[in-house]
C-alpha cells in the first residue's frame, strides 16, 4: 500500500537531498584525488599543461558518478533516514498507522528512477566524455593512439616502428586476433610514402613477425610477385592488440549490443563488454538494494542512540559491498562465473539481505 501522495513527496524529497548531498561531497573527494594523480603522471611533460590536466579531470567526473552513485545512494538513504528518526517524524508516521515499507515506498521508487535514468540516459554523456579522457590520456599521458579498430567492413590494424608503419585490413578473424583471413597489408617506409602492398589470403602471428600465406606482392616501381610464404617483422603482441580494442566504459548502453555482436562476429571476446552491459542493467537493482540496507542501519539505531554504529555498519556494508562486487567483476572477467551471475549477484545479494533484515526487524 502506498502512503499518501503528500507524505510520499515529503519523504522523496528528503531522499533526493540526502543522495545529491552525498553524491556532492563524494565526487568533490574523488575530483581531488583524480586531479592529484594526474598531475604526478604529468609530472616533468612539457607538453602537458595545466589545463588539458584540470580538462582529463572534469571528463573523468561523469564516469565516476555512475561508479559513487550506489555508495551515494546508501549514505544519502542513512542520512535521510536518521534524520527523520531522530527528528521523531518516522514515530509519528507509525502511530497514524504507516509501516515501514510504505515510507519506504518513495525511496525505492526514486532509487529505481534514478537508476533507469542512468542507464538510458546519463550513461551515453558519461561514456562520451571518457571516450574523450582516453583520447586525451592516450595522447598525452601514453603517448601512444590505439592501434586497432573493427567495423562491420572487418578490420583495421596498424604497427609501426623505426622503419615505418604498416596498416592491415583483413574480412576475418579467428583464434582472438592472431589469425587473419583475406588480408591486405599497405606498407609505409619511415618518411610515410607508400612502399608496397601486400595480398594474402591468410596471416598469423608468431612471436616477432606476420607469416603470410598465399601472397601477392606489389609495389613502385616492381613487377607483381606472387609467393606462397611471406613473413613482416612486427612488435605487436596478443595483449597489445587486445588492449587496442575500445573499452567498455567508453561505448554507451545503447551501443554495446552492436558493437559485441561486430567483435563476436570478427571472432573477439567479448566478455569484458558483455559483463560491462550486465554490470549497466544490474544499477537500478543496486540502488534500491542500497535504500534497503541503509534502512537496516537508520530506521533503529539512531532511535535507539547507536549513532556510531550506524555509521560503522553503513561504512562497513558499502565496503564489503564493494569488495564483493569488484571479487565477482574479476571472476567473472576471467570466466570462472557466468557474466549474469558476476554481474546481478552482488546487487541481488545486497537486495536480500536488506530485504530479508528488514521483514526480521519491522515485521518479526
Not at 551515494?72 to 498507522?97: D, E, I, P, S, W
Request: charged share 15%; net charge neutral.
Amino acid at each position: 500500500m502506498r502512503p499518501p501522495p503528500t507524505l510520499s513527496a515529503y519523504l522523496g524529497r528528503h531522499f533526493i537531498v540526502g543522495i545529491a548531498t552525498m553524491t556532492g561531497v563524494l565526487l568533490g573527494l574523488v575530483f581531488v584525488i583524480d586531479l592529484a594523480e594526474l598531475f604526478r603522471r604529468s609530472w616533468g611533460r612539457e607538453n602537458v599543461s595545466f589545463l588539458i590536466v584540470v580538462q582529463m579531470a572534469v571528463l573523468r567526473i561523469p564516469f565516476m558518478a555512475q561508479k559513487v552513485l550506489p555508495f551515494a545512494a546508501l549514505f544519502g538513504a542513512m542520512l535521510a533516514f536518521a534524520r527523520l528518526t531522530r527528528t521523531n517524524q518516522l514515530v509519528v508516521a507509525r502511530a497514524a498507522g504507516l509501516s515501514a515499507w510504505q515510507f519506504l515506498f518513495p525511496a525505492l521508487a526514486i532509487a529505481l528512477l534514478t537508476g533507469a535514468l542512468v542507464v538510458t540516459v546519463f550513461n551515453p554523456l558519461a561514456s562520451a566524455t571518457t571516450s574523450l579522457y582516453e583520447s586525451l590520456e592516450s595522447r598525452y599521458l601514453r603517448g601512444q593512439t590505439s592501434l586497432l579498430a573493427i567495423s562491420r567492413s572487418g578490420l583495421w590494424l596498424r604497427q609501426a616502428d623505426e622503419t615505418g608503419q604498416s596498416v592491415f585490413h583483413a574480412r576475418g578473424v579467428s583464434r582472438h586476433g592472431t589469425e587473419l583471413s583475406d588480408v591486405i597489408v599497405f606498407v609505409y617506409d619511415e618518411d610515410g610514402r607508400f612502399a608496397g602492398r601486400i595480398d594474402a589470403g591468410n596471416a598469423a602471428l608468431e612471436e616477432g613477425y606476420w607469416r603470410f600465406s598465399d601472397v601477392l606482392l606489389t609495389g613502385p616501381d616492381r613487377p607483381v610477385k606472387r609467393v606462397d610464404d611471406h613473413r613482416l617483422p612486427t612488435t605487436l603482441t596478443l595483449e597489445q592488440i587486445q588492449n587496442s580494442l575500445a573499452p567498455p566504459e567508453t561505448l554507451s548502453f545503447w551501443l554495446l549490443p552492436g558493437f559485441i555482436a561486430t567483435l563476436e562476429k570478427a571472432g573477439f571476446s567479448a566478455l569484458r563488454h558483455r559483463l560491462h552491459l550486465h554490470s549497466i542493467l544490474a544499477g537500478p537493482l543496486l540502488l534500491c538494494a542500497m535504500v534497503l540496507i541503509a534502512a537496516t542501519f537508520s530506521i533503529r539505531l539512531v532511535r535507539h542512540g547507536g549513532a556510531g554504529l550506524l555509521v560503522a555498519g553503513g561504512v562497513f556494508a558499502g565496503f564489503v559491498l564493494y569488495f564483493l562486487a569488484d571479487v565477482a567483476y574479476a571472476m567473472g572477467l576471467s570466466g570462472n562465473v557466468p557474466v549474469v551471475l558476476a554481474a546481478w549477484g552482488p546487487a541481488g545479494v545486497a537486495a536480500l539481505l536488506g530485504l530479508s533484515t528488514l521483514l526480521h526487524l519491522e515485521d518479526g
